[in-house]
């Protein structure tokens, strides 16, 4: 149940027009930004 559930998710994540790809993208980019600065 939880494999099948996160297959779906997963292939959400890498279908070209989806928009949870570009959320993740930019959940990432926030996330590295944060770290960078806190580095600094």
């Known amino acids: 149940?939880?494999?099948?559930?996160?297959?779906?998710s997963f292939y959400l994540l890498i279908h070209p027009n989806s928009p949870f790809l570009q959320e993740l993208f930019g959940w990432i980019f926030n996330f590295y930004l944060k770290k960078v600065n806190q580095l600094i």
Do not use: G, P, R, W
């Not at 939880?2 to 779906?8: G, Q, V």
């Open 1 to 8: 149940m939880i494999n099948h559930l996160c297959s779906d």
